[in-house]
């Protein structure tokens, strides 16, 4: 009881002091995406011309999220005696309340970093932090003036980091922060991973180049095997306001891993779906992944990724094409899967405060056990942001699952039903 309470008081004063050092700095960062309503539609941090520097500068910052869920689902697998498997019985009521805390500081003229810690999360009710990164956009803490045309379009990130995979991972829910993604949920093949590597970015005139390197590893450690290879990552694209009502992008990513333990690219997301018990046998652990498609790709895995964006006025289109392959160590062949996703966005109102939309979403992949197997999900939601900092949503979705085996719990499956969202993020 005294180890805690002293541990309380700690944790107050610690708050208390970074609160009150942040209140007269807690105004924008330069090369920073804002993580309210400004940072919608945006994908790499901006590159910043004119710096603001003027001092060590902490900004404390975070995100909460809630969800009304009412879901329904169904299948019809059977046992080896031919009983149906039954599904776990849902009902409507709240999720659980989940929230980030972010840290991000000014260390020097074109120097920061930037840390987020998982305050409460579906798979881990306990706090623990997701990663963090040191960005450079300036080598003036070298020597004032180092390289600087060079550094006018380059940008370094060093860190235990979210990877730049892609670009639909800038608009997907990362636990709380979720008033970037106009849907509840993220895509079915959630392509997301933080690994330690350094990714260097160069833009000019529109065009971006990122290359970067990883260890490979989410869950870090220093015993040598036969499995410690690197991930390499790369990005091309290109993105500009064309007029003053249209803007344009398009990217292409690859990620490509050596020979590791085991790829999480499409598993290292630990805080869980939004989609709460879906598919669920009864009486079976939570898979707090549920609604989701993990190929279970083990080794080196190769995954590419098109994204095309483009907002005209208030309606926007955004799409992804993902291919991608890998097998486990046990498999002879590689293995496919296959995703492809398009979302239209239409906001209105002052500041555009309103948005209705839809997405499409589907995934065809070959199985470990040899099933070729096919799953879609159709989204309709809308939302209204309240302030810049405060949005509610509402969404419908239906998910069905096509080629699985019959003694699969998955066998002609489907869920859909209704979600509700409050999303704070400041």
Do not use: C
Request: without cysteine; aromatic residues 12%; negative net charge.
């Amino acid at each position: 009881m005294k180890s805690i309470f002293t541990n309380s008081v700690v944790a107050v004063m610690l708050i208390g002091g970074l609160n009150g050092f942040a209140q007269k700095n807690n105004r924008s960062l330069d090369n920073y995406r804002e993580p309210d309503k400004n940072g919608v539609n945006v994908f790499e941090d901006v590159k910043d011309t004119i710096s603001t520097f003027d001092g060590l500068r902490v900004r404390v910052g975070g995100s909460f999220a809630l969800q009304f869920q009412g879901l329904d689902h169904e299948a019809s697998g059977v046992d080896v005696d031919g009983n149906p498997l039954a599904l776990a019985e849902l009902g409507s009521n709240f999720n659980l309340a989940t929230a980030n805390l972010d840290l991000d500081v000014a260390l020097a003229d074109g120097v920061r970093m930037h840390l987020r810690t998982y305050l409460s999360s579906r798979h881990h009710p306990e706090p623990y932090v997701k990663g963090g990164y040191f960005q450079i956009d300036k080598l003036d803490f070298i020597k004032e003036g180092l390289l600087e045309d060079l550094m006018k379009h380059t940008t370094i990130r060093i860190g235990h980091m979210e990877n730049n995979y892609g670009d639909a991972h800038f608009r997907r829910s990362d636990n709380a922060q979720a008033i970037y993604n106009p849907f509840v949920g993220n895509l079915i093949m959630d392509a997301f991973t933080t690994e330690v590597g350094a990714e260097l970015y160069y833009t000019h005139s529109g065009f971006l180049g990122m290359v970067g390197f990883s260890n490979g590893k989410l869950n870090q450690s220093t015993v040598k095997n036969d499995a410690n290879g690197a991930s390499f990552l790369a990005k091309v694209g290109y993105d500009s306001q064309v007029t003053d009502d249209l803007r344009l992008r398009l990217t292409g990513s690859l990620y490509n891993t050596g020979s590791v333990a085991s790829s999480y690219l499409y598993s290292a997301d630990r805080t869980g779906s939004r989609y709460y018990h879906v598919m669920q046998a009864e009486g079976a652990d939570d898979n707090f992944r549920s609604g989701r498609y993990n190929p279970n790709f083990g080794n080196k895995v190769t995954a590419f990724m098109i994204n095309p964006f483009v907002k005209y006025g208030g309606l926007e289109f955004f799409g992804t094409i993902e291919i991608a392959n890998g097998r486990r160590n046990s498999e002879a062949e590689r293995r496919s899967a296959n995703q492809y996703a398009g979302e239209l966005i239409y906001r209105f109102g002052r500041n555009e405060n309103f948005y209705v939309g839809g997405r499409y979403n589907m995934v065809s992949a070959e199985e470990r056990t040899g099933e070729d197997v096919d799953i879609s999900r159709f989204n309709l939601a809308a939302g209204w942001f309240m302030t810049n900092n405060i949005l509610v949503k509402a969404e419908y979705v239906n998910q069905t699952y096509d080629g699985y085996a019959v003694d699969n719990i998955l066998h002609d499956g489907q869920f859909d039903g209704l979600m509700m969202e409050a999303v704070i993020s400041f």
